[in-house]
């Protein structure tokens, strides 16, 4: 469980986010969404413990984060930054292995359980068929199921991911958002931002809603996610409508008539 206390986040003076008191509870899909600026990234580098809390408190099932050491901290939780590059042209089988890093002692050699922790990693984001291909010659929808079986095999309790769909096209970001809830099951925390609050609609099970350095609403997508608190937060009106009977949308209202 992640759970933050009147925490206040910035950046050399700067304050970013205020009175956050937060809970996520084991094995939820936890989106962040907000118009940009509002936070989303911020909010996910404190919690992964790369950034300190100017005030208040953040736990991991009752352990304040600043308590843990980098190590202790990277067996916890795996958190995959927005933009992911890569130098070296190693295979998937390769850059998943470095997920084993926080479970071995410097120069050990991989074990049998990390073999086995490595494959279902692979296996889980169907990335096993292309283990010995090079990274740079992977889609970026591949390199991104990649880069979340890295994680995987850091078998933490808690997954971050910042805009894991960002720069896919729509098919992928399907792929990599029913890959992150079919991985919540397991059971692992995800705390994901999103840009697009259709996809959070459908794919979260809650969402925090961020504007203005504040937590605007916090709940089931359908109770954050409402024409009146989107107004509140991005400055748009929208209409929210079930089409052919699907799921609800989200469409902006000078949109409908386009």
């Known amino acids: ?23 996520i509870a ?18 996910l580098r404190a919690i992964s413990g790369r950034l300190a809390p ?7 099932d009752f352990r304040r984060l600043g308590d843990l050491s980098p190590r202790e901290l990277a067996r916890e939780l795996a958190a ?16 998943v292995e470095l997920g084993r890093l926080p479970h071995r002692e410097r120069w050990q050699r991989l074990s049998q359980k990390d073999f086995e922790v490595i494959t279902r990693a692979l296996e889980l984001t169907h990335t096993l068929e292309f283990s010995q291909r090079k990274i740079l010659s992977l889609s970026s929808g591949e390199r991104q199921r990649v880069w979340i079986a890295l994680a995987l095999a850091q078998e933490p309790k808690v997954l971050l991911l910042d805009e894991p769909t960002a720069h896919l096209d729509l098919r992928y970001q399907i792929e990599i958002l029913k890959l992150v809830r079919r991985l919540a099951k397991a059971p692992l925390t995800v705390i ?4 697009d609050i259709n996809l959070a609609m459908r794919f979260a099970d809650r969402v925090a809603l961020l504007s203005k350095g504040q ?13 009146e608190k989107i107004e509140q ?9 079930a089409l052919n009977g699907g ?7 000078g949109a409908i008539n386009v």
């Open 80 to 95: 995959l930054e927005q933009e992911i590059s890569c130098s070296f042209d190693f295979t998937v089988r390769e850059i």
């Open 192 to 195: 994901l931002s999103l840009h």
């Open 215 to 227: 937590l605007l609403a916090v709940g089931t997508p359908d109770t954050v996610l409402t024409p």
């Open 247 to 253: 799921p609800p949308v989200i469409i902006p209202e």
């Open 26 to 43: 084991p094995g939820e899909v936890f989106g962040l969404v907000g118009p940009n600026g509002s936070g989303k990234t911020t909010l």
């Open 1 to 23: 469980m992640i759970r933050l206390e009147s925490v206040r986040l910035g950046y050399n003076g700067h304050l970013v986010l205020r009175d956050l008191n937060l809970e």
């Open 54 to 60: 100017e005030a208040g408190a953040i736990y991991l």
């Open 233 to 241: 937060a991005y400055q748009i009106r929208v209409r929210v409508m």
